[in-house]
């Protein structure tokens, strides 16, 4: 009886791979099949486990891609409370926001098994983070851009009727020029134009608990339905309705915005609910890697 191992040279005895063992044949004309070997399998995102024996764990870094990014809100700051004063900008460059309690109990740190992020309690009051984006990072990778996406992860309770925001990009008073929203219980909506024009897409809050969405924004693409797409835990959403941006149509912030999470100022505009982490990209994510996303950020987000 001796060691036997049939995987790829280097990955025995590495993380949850094994050595078996095999015996000599009676006959003494080789060895019998290897057994209680564990060999390297594929890697499942974020779980911190080293299923494919390279010696990395498979943690939130790797899953996520890098490529195109603009900003990354994983909004871990505090377990409880409202004592952070700044929302951290993992991106590159990073561009912090400023959280503003509004002095009010309205909106609060909080811990979940899946991460930390920021709650309120009430739709249409008070509470957010905020940062002015002229001459940053922000407004130079959209402004006059044909493609982008937004990342969010949120547990959804309710929305108000005067639009809810999760991720704004205008100014307080406008419906948004990059614009993540709800007013209502049964409908998500992206704005990019500065007006009440939006495109819509159905998506029942009370039986969706917490979900990874992506709105994918590529005006270069032919086909008139593809160039807003909605993504809801990997799956695109087919049924939608609004307005169809023209070909090569152009994201338009404009000078004096600003981008916000959760809300917008002068606020009344929050939703209630939690937001655990948020990201732009300044290209269309993949499918490939949208639900590789997803597979990480469904199971935690910090």
Not at 21 to 33: A, I, K, V
Request: glycine residues 10%.
């Amino acid at each position: 009886m001796e060691a036997c191992y049939s995987g790829p040279v280097g990955t025995a005895n590495v993380g949850p791979c094994l050595e078996g063992t095999h015996t000599c044949l009676d006959n003494e004309t080789g060895y019998g099949p290897c057994e209680g070997e564990v060999l390297p399998v594929d890697e499942v995102c974020g779980n911190e486990l080293d299923e494919d024996c390279d010696g990395l764990a498979a943690n939130g870094a790797s899953c996520l891609t890098n490529s195109g990014l603009v900003v990354r809100y994983v909004l871990n700051e505090a377990a409880s409370g409202q004592t952070p004063t700044t929302a951290l900008d993992s991106a590159p460059s990073p561009l912090h926001l400023s959280v503003d309690y509004n002095g009010e109990n309205n909106m609060n740190y909080v811990e979940a098994s899946t991460g930390r992020g920021l709650h309120w309690n009430n739709s249409a009051s008070t509470g957010g983070a905020v940062v002015s984006i002229d001459g940053t990072k922000v407004h130079s990778a959209l402004d006059g851009k044909t493609k982008a996406t937004i990342e969010v992860v949120a547990e959804i309770d309710g929305v108000s009727g005067w639009n809810s925001r999760f991720v704004h990009i205008g100014t307080g008073t406008e419906p948004g020029r990059f614009t993540l929203s709800s007013d209502t219980q049964n409908r998500v909506q992206f704005r990019w134009l500065g007006s009440t024009i939006a495109r819509d897409w159905p998506l029942n809050y009370a039986s969706s608990g917490r979900c990874v969405m992506h709105v994918v924004f590529d005006t270069t693409n032919a086909t008139a339905v593809d160039r807003v797409r909605l993504f809801v835990n990997g799956t695109l959403v087919t049924t939608n309705m609004g307005l169809l941006p023209g070909p090569n149509a152009t994201i338009d912030i404009g000078p004096g915005r600003s981008l916000y999470l959760g809300n917008r100022d002068p606020f009344e505009r929050s939703f209630a609910g939690s937001l655990y982490y948020a990201a732009i990209y300044d290209r269309p994510l993949t499918l490939t890697e949208i639900e590789t996303h997803v597979e990480y950020l469904i199971v935690h987000d910090d």
